[in-house]
């Protein structure tokens, strides 16, 4: 399973900045993908998730100022974020990843153990 993410950079605070992130060799119809993210000397910390049949999951911190979404494509799984409002709070590694179970769990615990497969990161600076 390969995960790839991509979209990240610097943005001013208050811009907006989207994701990418496709997943390839994941031979499940049903899923759950979403985005984590990991700031300077913290924790990391789940932002959203969404699962195959549409159901999302937001962290209270970018409530509001996220969403989520989904594709698939022949053999692939595609995962989106658009953040919006930017603040230097959000700066982070962000990291896709797919796997098993409820969105909602996945917001609540990085460690849960239905995340199976992790992407590589991709920086958002914001300041």
């Known amino acids: 399973v390969q995960l790839v993410e991509s979209g990240g950079g610097s943005v001013q605070a208050g811009g907006s900045l989207g994701l990418s992130c496709a997943a390839s060799?994941?031979?499940?119809?049903?899923?759950?993908m979403g985005w984590f993210r990991q700031g300077p000397g913290k924790a990391r910390e789940g932002v959203a998730a969404?699962?195959?049949?549409?159901?999302?999951?937001?962290a209270d911190s970018v409530k509001g100022r996220v969403t989520i979404s989904k594709g698939a494509g022949v053999n692939v799984f595609y995962v989106y974020l658009e953040m919006r409002s930017l603040t230097p709070s959000d700066t982070a590694v962000y990291y896709c990843?797919?796997?098993?179970?409820?969105?909602?769990?996945?917001?609540?615990?990085?460690?849960?153990?239905?995340?199976?497969?992790w992407g590589q990161g991709t920086q958002v600076t914001v300041s």
């Open positions: 969404i699962d195959d049949d549409g159901s999302t999951s937001y």
């Open positions: 990843a797919i796997g098993q179970g409820l969105p909602l769990k996945w917001v609540a615990d990085p460690q849960y153990d239905a995340i199976a497969y």
């Open positions: 060799g994941y031979n499940y119809s049903s899923y759950c």
